[in-house]
Structures are given as C-alpha cells and as structure tokens.
C-alpha cells in the first residue's frame, strides 16, 4: 500500500527482470499467495512486470489492483499463468481515472493484462475483471485471457465509461486447445472505439475465438454502449 505511486521499471538484461512475482513451483502442492497493490498511481513500465504463476497443483494467488491510474507501457505486462494441474488466479483491477496500455516497437513482448493456461497444462485460466471509467489500448497492446491447454478459460468483464482500442490492440478470449473460451462482457456506459492496424497489418479488434486446431468452444461477446466507432 502506498500513499503516493507505485513505479515499476524494467531491467536492460532481461535474464534479470524487474516486478513482483509469487509462484507454486514444480512439484509444489501447496497455493501461492495473493498480489495486492493499493495506491494512486501504478506504473509499470520498459518491460516490467508483475506475474502469478503455477508450476505445480497448487493454484496461483489472485492479482487486485485498486487505484486511481494505471499504466502499462514498453512490453510491460501483469499476468496470472497456469503451467501444470493448478489453476492461475482472478485478476481485478479498479481505478477510478483511467487504465491505460501502451506498446513499443523496441520492447518485443506485448504490454497488456494476461490469464493464461500453457501447452500440457490442466488448470483453468482466472477470470479478468477491469472496472475504470477510462481504458484506452493503443501501439499493439493487448488484454487476453486464453487457454492453450485442457483447462477452460475465465470469463473477462470490463466496465467503463469509454474504451478506445487502437494501432492493432485487441482485447479478447480465446482457446488454442481442449479448453473452452470464457465470455467476453463489455459494458461501456458512454463508448466504444476501434480504430488501425499496426505495422504488420493485425487489426484492432474484440475477439471471442476458437482458434485452428483447437476442439473446445469459443465464448460469448457480449458488448453495449451508447455509441460504438469501427
């Protein structure tokens, strides 16, 4: 908890990342415990990060992020992960000004918010909950959950006042695998604007997907708004 800011940034050597980071390691029955961060402003920032992982059967810890802004920038990313039996955490983020995601054409990984089931995984992804009046994505960046093992996906549910996804950012839920989809609920009490592609012509975009290979179901999108730009 911290009365100011939180400030996150990110190492030139990547073997040596810079966040926070609670895992169940291989082997490891037993769950990993809960992110919280309480303040005004969270940034994270030049590849940073802050990850709850699963190795193991124990499920990951859920991530709850209450503040006032948060930014996400530079291929920085806040992600739960199940690798193995257990399942990855809820991630909950509520900011009363704005959440706002950026990427970078020098960082190569793609800044975002991710729950995700890895390849040979069992475990379910965790369900995503992001309540803001504002959240903008733009430069490639991306909110996902998804699942590319047997475990199904969470449901991801935004409420906000305006979302702009721009420069090919996409939010969306998807199975690659076994795994069902989960829904994707939106509810914008003034907007929603998609707009451009990035430099390898992937569109901006809401996503629900069943991707090719995969035999479990794609979820639900489900979206309103007094106004919607495409």
Not at 2 to 29: H, K, Y
Not at 61 to 75: C, E, K, P, W
Not at 99 to 116: E, H, K, Q, T, Y
Not at 120 to 148: D, E, H, M, Y
Request: aromatic share 6%; no cysteine.
């Amino acid at each position: 908890k911290a009365s100011e800011s939180v400030e996150i940034i990110g190492s030139d050597i990547p073997i040596f990342p810079t966040g926070f980071f609670n895992a169940v390691e291989v082997d490891a029955t037993g769950n990993a415990g809960n992110i919280t961060i309480e303040a005004p402003q969270l940034s994270l920032l030049q590849g940073s990060s802050i990850f709850s992982e699963t190795f193991g059967s124990g499920n990951t810890g859920s991530i709850t992020l209450n503040v006032d802004n948060l930014a996400i920038r530079d291929g920085s990313q806040i992600v739960t992960k199940a690798f193995a039996g257990g399942n990855a955490g809820d991630f909950t983020i509520t900011a009363t000004k704005s959440v706002d995601i950026a990427g970078s054409n020098i960082f190569p990984s793609r800044s975002g918010l991710f729950s995700i089931t890895e390849p040979g995984s069992k475990g379910n992804a965790g369900n995503l909950n992001i309540t803001t009046p504002q959240l903008s994505l733009v430069q490639r960046s991306g909110v996902a959950v998804s699942t590319r093992g047997k475990g199904n996906v969470g449901n991801m549910t935004l409420k906000v006042d305006s979302l702009a996804i721009r420069d090919g950012s996409q939010i969306g839920t998807g199975t690659f695998a076994g795994g069902n989809g989960g829904d994707l609920n939106i509810i914008a009490a003034d907007s929603i604007e998609i707009a451009g592609f990035d430099d390898n012509n992937f569109s901006s975009g809401l996503f629900s997907s069943a991707e090719p290979g995969s035999t479990g179901d794609a979820g639900n999108l489900n979206f309103s708004s007094k106004q919607i730009y495409i």
